[in-house]
């Protein structure tokens, strides 16, 4: 179940009694925890919180047996459940079964263990939220909603840049709205100059547009990326370093198989799910062989670096591009 499939379904039907909000993202959370409270009469109203890994489970047990005073039911948000193992998980399996009806039940933990019984449990009978189901239409109309909800208008291409420099970061997206809300002031217009003027590039976009250039035999792009990200004041070594990193992490996601999802990616390489994303895409552009070929002269590179035999940026270069030139 994605995070869109539930939101659109909890405007016309009643909320499942068991969630499993089993992805790390923070702003979702929040607006599903909103939308799930006021179900139950209001937001700040209905909800309690409840930490598993220093709390009793017999006080859990109790708290899903209550019910509200104002309501009928509450909504539970579970925390800690990740450290819980062996027979508190069953404990806490047996609290669920016995919890008021009336009220629900919200695992906040994305990184609970499915081997464990709880994990077992929770991916068998909770609506389990794997996916954000965002895509980049969802996220700009999102961005245009947000700045019209402030007396705000903004253009198309501003949204544009919004969406690469945020890397799909929805608190992150939050955060610059508000920022560029205030920079605009009485203008209450946002346009693509603003946008570049306040939020800052972000360099791991810029290395997939290194990728993506590679990987259309573009070399000439390639290298304007690059001059611009060690011109924005990033150290050629670094940038050598996190080239270096993407390509490893583009192998990792191929490594992972061609019906591998965002998820599954993300928690494999430990990254956002937007640059799980990206390392799908420039998966799919590479062969292993290439990839491997990348690496190996990303590695020569920095030894001739460390040794003092190239200058940082003619070694990256020479590293990303030798290959594609001889193609």
């Given amino acids: ?24 993202c923070p702003y979702l959370e929040r607006e599903l925890i909103e939308a799930l409270g006021n179900k139950l009469g209001g937001f700040n109203l209905a909800q309690t919180r409840f930490d598993l890994s ?17 309501s009928s039911g509450k909504l539970i948000i579970a925390e800690g459940a990740a450290k819980i193992k062996g027979d508190p998980g069953k404990d806490i399996i047996e609290a669920i079964k016995q919890a008021n009806p009336a009220n629900i ?26 996916e954000t189901g965002l895509d980049d239409k969802i996220l700009a109309s999102w961005i245009k909603k947000r700045f019209k909800d402030q007396g705000y208008e903004v253009t ?4 544009g840049i919004l969406l690469e420099r945020s890397v799909g970061d929805m608190v992150s997206l939050a955060m610059q709205i508000e920022m560029l809300s205030n920079f605009v002031g009485d203008a209450k217009r946002v346009t693509q100059k603003e946008v570049i003027e306040i939020v800052p590039e972000n360099p791991e976009i810029v290395i997939f547009q290194v990728l993506d250039a590679l ?12 001059h611009e990200l060690i011109g924005s004041g990033e150290p050629p070594e ?9 390509f490893l992490r583009v192998l990792q996601a191929q490594s992972l198989g061609s019906k591998a999802t965002e998820k599954q990616v993300a928690e494999a390489l430990k990254c956002h799910p937007f640059v799980a994303k990206k390392a799908l895409q420039s998966s799919k552009a590479f062969s292993q062989a ?17 040794t003092g035999l190239a200058e940082p ?7 990303l591009f030798q290959i594609v030139t001889k193609h």
């Fill in 290 to 306: 290439e990839l491997i070929g990348y690496l190996t002269n990303i590695q020569e590179a920095d030894v001739a670096v460390k």
């Fill in 54 to 70: 220093d709390t009793p489970v017999q006080d859990f047990n109790i708290l899903l047996g209550s019910g509200n005073l104002f």
């Fill in 215 to 226: 990987s259309a035999r573009q070399p000439a792009k390639g290298i304007r990326f690059l």
């Fill in 238 to 246: 670094r940038v050598l370093v996190m080239v270096y990193n993407h």
């Fill in 105 to 130: 039940i919200l695992f906040k933990d994305y990184d609970i263990q499915k081997t464990t019984s709880l994990g077992k449990y929770l991916a068998l009978k909770a609506v389990v939220i794997e």
């Fill in 313 to 319: 940026l003619f070694a990256i270069e020479t590293a």
């Fill in 156 to 159: 198309d291409d501003a949204v």
């Fill in 1 to 24: 179940m994605t995070y869109v499939e539930e939101l659109k379904k909890l405007k016309t039907e009643a909320p499942s009694p068991l969630y499993w909000f089993a992805i790390s």
